[in-house]
């Protein structure tokens, strides 16, 4: 058994995730502007995935620029103690400008505050459903993140 807050293994699983048809749908669901900054709104969601006989509890994470404009969304839900993935969207437009970096950089810190221990990579994202370039970003993000906790 191998430490998650120490190792990262790249995980392999990948398809094109449609939780929502577009960045306009997610836009229309939790606002195509808003305040500045990171917010957070909990929702019902009803998805068999998660669970076929009930409605999940999801956090949608939302950050804005100045002006108010959805950049990112993230969302995750608690399945069994374990913090699971949901969604990750970075604005089309905007990506690979270090939003997403930025938005789970928060998740982190706000999981830190909250459990007093770091986010298990392995045990929380290893094995989810992504798009291709959502799986690059993990284990990207998983592999630096978890090089500063050695530092």
């Given at each position: 058994?191998?430490?998650?807050?120490?190792?990262?293994?790249?995980?392999?699983?990948a398809?094109?995730?449609?939780?929502?048809?577009?960045?306009?749908?997610?836009?229309?669901?939790?606002?195509?502007?808003?305040?500045p900054?990171?917010?957070?709104?909990?929702?019902?969601?009803?998805?068999?995935?998660?669970?076929?006989?009930?409605?999940?509890m999801?956090?949608?994470?939302s950050?804005?620029?100045?002006?108010g404009?959805?950049?990112?969304?993230?969302a995750?839900?608690?399945?069994?103690?374990?913090?699971?993935?949901?969604?990750?969207?970075?604005?089309?437009?905007h990506?690979?400008?270090?939003?997403?970096?930025?938005?789970?950089?928060?998740?982190?810190?706000?999981f830190f505050?909250?459990?007093?221990?770091?986010?298990?990579?392995?045990?929380?994202?290893?094995?989810i459903?992504?798009?291709?370039?959502?799986?690059?970003?993990?284990?990207?993000?998983?592999?630096?993140a978890?090089?500063k906790?050695?530092?």
């Amino acid at each position: 058994m191998t430490d998650a807050n120490e190792t990262w293994q790249e995980t392999v699983r990948a398809k094109e995730v449609d939780h929502f048809a577009d960045w306009s749908t997610l836009e229309n669901m939790l606002g195509e502007f808003g305040e500045p900054g990171f917010s957070q709104v909990v929702l019902g969601i009803s998805n068999a995935e998660l669970d076929a006989d009930y409605v999940v509890m999801v956090t949608f994470t939302s950050y804005r620029n100045e002006d108010g404009k959805l950049l990112s969304a993230q969302a995750f839900y608690n399945k069994n103690g374990v913090h699971k993935p949901y969604i990750f969207y970075v604005h089309p437009d905007h990506m690979r400008m270090g939003i997403g970096t930025k938005m789970i950089d928060f998740v982190q810190t706000q999981f830190f505050e909250t459990h007093g221990e770091y986010l298990k990579f392995e045990e929380s994202w290893n094995g989810i459903v992504v798009s291709d370039i959502g799986l690059e970003f993990m284990n990207k993000y998983a592999s630096n993140a978890l090089e500063k906790r050695k530092e």
